[in-house]
């Protein structure tokens, strides 16, 4: 991935941001913060320059533990941020980009915090397509006449 600039932001769509990336680095962190501020058993995470980042509506924050910050959306609670209040990098939730699809994990942050290593390699789980669940896919068109995006 040369250098571009990407777009994302929250599910409901009332934060959104611009962000000039270098690379297709991200990475898995494992904490326990990041594990409680996502519900997941990591937080992916793409990281860039706060500058080279532009906000049409900037995210809510909070103050996670006495030397970071995370911002979300206060509408419908997206996680979108962690930094450092004194640096000059941000993170961005990699969930959060419009298409993530570029983006690759190139290491694991808090490792000490790993839940399980059966979490860190899911190839041979059983595979289930969207699409391919009725229930599911009988809400969405009685919702709105078509699978989202």
């Known amino acids: 991935m040369s250098e571009q600039?990407?777009?994302?932001?929250?599910?409901?769509?009332?934060?959104?941001?611009?962000?000039?990336?270098?690379?297709?680095?991200?990475?898995?962190?494992?904490?326990r913060m990041c594990q409680r501020a996502t519900g997941?058993?990591?937080?992916?995470?793409?990281?860039?320059?706060?500058?080279?980042?532009?906000?049409?509506?900037?995210?809510d924050e909070y103050a996670s533990s006495p030397i970071a910050m995370r911002g979300y959306c206060k509408d419908c609670g997206t996680p979108l941020t962690f930094r450092y209040p004194d640096s000059p990098k941000i993170d961005l939730t990699v969930g959060s980009f419009d298409d993530p699809s570029g983006l690759r994990p190139i290491s694991h942050f808090a490792a000490d915090a790993i839940l399980h290593e059966s979490w860190l390699d899911t190839r041979d789980l059983p595979m289930h397509r969207v699409d391919e669940y009725q229930p599911l896919v009988d809400r969405w068109i009685k919702a709105i006449g078509n699978l989202p995006d």
């Open 5 to 31: 600039v990407m777009t994302g932001g929250c599910q409901c769509g009332r934060v959104r941001y611009s962000v000039r990336v270098e690379n297709d680095e991200a990475y898995l962190c494992h904490c």
């Open 40 to 59: 997941g058993f990591a937080a992916a995470f793409k990281n860039v320059l706060q500058a080279d980042l532009e906000w049409t509506h900037p995210p």
